[in-house]
């Protein structure tokens, strides 16, 4: 066929050539010459001319056929579609109809329906919940699931058992729970199980021990008045709750208050004005007083998390779980949640399960993009306690957006609260029939107060809370609210006593009082559960925070630790000049082993570095102003430097660095980060600490720098 040449012949002219042997040539027939080779004249090419086989495959279905097909050598067959026969299972085609060279018979496989077992396994025991027998084909449901597993929350199952085709085992997927939780109760409640650390899913039995004098008027549930059916309440816990009886024949209300603590978990003894209580302490406080009136209120003014190494490790949760287990009943935005990012504190208040049963109030924190409040609060909260029912609204003062880092706030404003709590007093009083309203808000003695202070008919305030400037007073103008404010850091409780006399509710004067330590023998004794828990977060961070870093031989005031911090931000990155603000640092540093914690309480908020290009003029002004450092430069208002401080500072939009800066640069790492680092390496030197020390930090390569306006680096 023109590929292979068989034979070469010489033949005189007019005779004929001798045809050659053909040679078999695989999966092919030989059917004779393209032309004929006699009384050959000229020079000729003969070629062989080859027919592709064909076979035949035959598809039989018991002994008949039911379909076949003629099929070229080496090629497939193509099977009819599968035969169907009642009562029985088509289970595929006997033998092989591919690369076909010979005539081939094919069988159908045609058996008895097969009967499939499913069985449903619970995946924690094993055990076998369900078993069904399915022809091949059929379906089944699953069984109702056991959602009740203590410490187990039930997933889905491993697979369905949709068209079975063989044996299956089916398996309940659970997720377990790890997290325990925790129940607030009054004095007169009594639990089945201990009130701390119990697993997800635990079956709790709430039943009540009262006085014999007493009976329940209202049973609450999370603060949501709940039916009381006989003399008990059960259920399945699977998330942090809260429960409260009012009795009968109780007519005052006490409320306690915390504003400003700054994560102040642990006590800290100071002089007698200046103690921090701790909240162990102030857990038995609160207890001991709920024990002589079990209405009581628990209420926090803002600024609660941020400012020490217990719960910014945690960011905030550590201190959030203490509350929630000492029943805390109200907790207002300040502009210290704002510091990790606000969407840190209020993811744990969104969706229909949040993790704490206390709301989150922040009546005049807007977004700006949305219009809406902050996701994941309030404007208000209303608790009845006995014949008192309560309204309390919470806002931050307005403008308290310049006490936060720009670029945290940047998305939101701060609305004036006096319209604000206008209508909600209002709607507190005619809608909901409220009896008693609270403001508090998170901000000082500001023209604010007065003008809130001077609202009336069904706007009329009660009684306010201040926070924010870490002052004590009690403000008692006449008739108009009285003002509290309870110091910062836990070094006050506020304590407010309502009575509710024949219909009339009003604030008993004579027992206000802000309870510094010791004016009160219940701050001489811890809660055990509150103590335990923090217990336990010391034991867990003890090894990084207690651990010396350096040994300081002098006190060194916080004007001072502000020109070194400027010193250190200067020399580490390269800059012509460090600024430093003295509000950044809230304390001394103290003679003697200095470690985290101690560097916690004296930079509690986590800064990052910035530098910017400025004209000298500004840069003269910023280092005049502020603790600061000229890194072996001398400024003429002419020409340009590069400056670096903290985002508090950069960060404030009417600033110079926003409104002037070029060429700006975001550096890796805190400011404390950035501390504890050059003291290890003092220390890895053999040095004790001293502001005339030399910078150790080296000045580490900046990856990206850029001429725009915001260019991002890390060192």
Do not use: C
């Not at 809608?431 to 003008?451: C, K, R, S």
């Not at 914690?597 to 290009?613: G, H, Q, R």
């Amino acid at each position: 066929d023109g590929e292979i040449l068989l034979k070469t012949e010489e033949v005189s002219n007019g005779s004929f050539a001798t045809a050659p042997e053909i040679v078999v040539k695989e999966g092919y027939n030989f059917i004779g010459w393209d032309q004929e080779f006699y009384e050959i004249r000229s020079d000729l090419n003969v070629n062989a001319i080859f027919e592709i086989k064909t076979f035949t495959v035959k598809f039989y279905l018991f002994n008949e056929v039911i379909y076949e097909e003629v099929v070229e050598y080496n090629e497939n067959a193509t099977p009819p579609e599968d035969p169907q026969v009642d009562g029985m299972f088509f289970a595929g085609w006997l033998g092989d109809y591919t690369n076909v060279k010979s005539d081939i018979t094919i069988h159908a496989n045609i058996t008895s329906i097969p009967i499939y077992t499913v069985r449903f396994l619970d995946g924690v025991t094993g055990e076998v919940l369900k078993k069904a027998y399915l022809r091949h084909g059929q379906s089944t449901d699953a069984p109702d699931v056991d959602d009740t597993k203590v410490g187990y929350k039930f997933n889905q199952w491993s697979e369905v058992a949709q068209n079975v085709s063989s044996d299956l085992d089916i398996t309940a997927l659970y997720d377990e729970v790890t997290e325990t939780y925790t129940i607030t109760k009054d004095e007169y409640i009594v639990l089945n199980v201990d009130a701390t650390g119990i697993r997800y899913n635990t079956q709790v039995t709430v039943t009540f021990n009262l006085p014999n004098d007493q009976a329940i008027d209202k049973f609450y549930v999370d603060n949501i008045e709940t039916l009381l059916v006989g003399n008990s309440y059960t259920f399945l816990l699977r998330k942090n709750m809260k429960f409260h009886v009012t009795l009968t024949g109780v007519t005052s209300l006490q409320i306690f208050y915390l504003n400003d603590l700054h994560g102040s978990i642990l006590e800290n003894s100071s002089d007698l004005g200046s103690h921090e209580i701790g909240l162990a302490k102030i857990a038995n406080f609160i207890n001991q007083k709920r024990k002589e009136n079990s209405n009581s209120i628990f209420i926090a003014g803002g600024d609660m998390l941020q400012g020490s190494a217990l719960s910014n490790y945690y960011q905030g949760e550590s201190t959030l779980n203490l509350l929630e287990m000492m029943g805390l009943d109200v907790f207002v935005v300040g502009n210290h949640e704002f510091d990790w990012g606000i969407e840190e504190v209020t993811k744990h208040f969104k969706g229909n399960n949040p993790k704490y049963s206390f709301p989150l109030l922040a009546a005049n924190i807007y977004n700006k993009n949305t219009g809406m409040l902050l996701e994941g609060t309030k404007p208000y909260h209303i608790i009845e306690r006995g014949s008192i029912k309560v309204g309390i609204i919470g806002y931050i003062g307005q403008g308290l957006e310049s006490s936060i880092s720009a670029s945290r706030v940047k998305d939101y404003e701060f609305r004036d609260p006096v319209p604000i709590v206008t209508h909600y007093a209002s709607l507190l009083r005619e809608t909901h029939g409220v009896n008693f309203v609270i403001t508090v808000g998170h901000v000082g003695e500001t023209y604010h107060n007065t003008e809130i202070q001077n609202l009336t008919g069904s706007s009329k305030i009660d009684l306010m809370f201040n926070a924010h400037t870490h002052r004590n007073y009690i403000n008692i103008d006449g008739d108009k609210a009285p003002i509290i404010q309870s110091r910062a850091n836990g070094i006050a409780v506020g304590y407010v006593e309502v009575d509710n006399i024949s219909g009339v509710v009003s604030i008993n004067r004579e027992t206000m009082k802000n309870y510094l330590y010791y004016q009160s023998e219940l701050f001489t004794t811890a809660d055990p559960q509150i103590e335990a828990q923090i217990e336990f977060y010391r034991e867990e961070t003890d090894p990084i925070f207690k651990t010396t870093i350096i040994y300081n031989a002098t006190e060194i005031d916080r004007y001072s630790f502000g020109e070194w911090l400027s010193k250190l931000m200067a020399i580490k990155t390269g800059s012509d000049a460090g600024v430093y603000n003295s509000g950044g640092i809230r304390d001394t540093l103290p003679a003697g082993n200095i470690n985290i914690e101690t560097l916690y309480k004296i930079l509690p908020f986590d800064n990052m570095v910035k530098s910017a290009v400025l004209k000298g003029n500004y840069v003269d002004s910023e280092v005049n102003n502020n603790p600061s450092y000229l890194n072996g430069v001398t400024i003429s208002t002419s020409s340009y430097y590069r400056v670096v401080t903290n985002d508090y500072v950069f960060d404030y939009e009417r600033g110079v660095y926003q409104r002037y800066g070029t060429d700006v640069i975001l550096y890796d790492g805190n400011i404390r980060d950035w501390v504890i680092e050059e003291m290890r390496l003092q220390a890895a030197a053999g040095l004790t600490f001293s502001l005339d020390n030399e910078i150790l930090s080296q000045i580490d390569p900046i990856i990206v720098r850029s001429d725009h306006y915001y260019a991002y680096a890390f060192i």
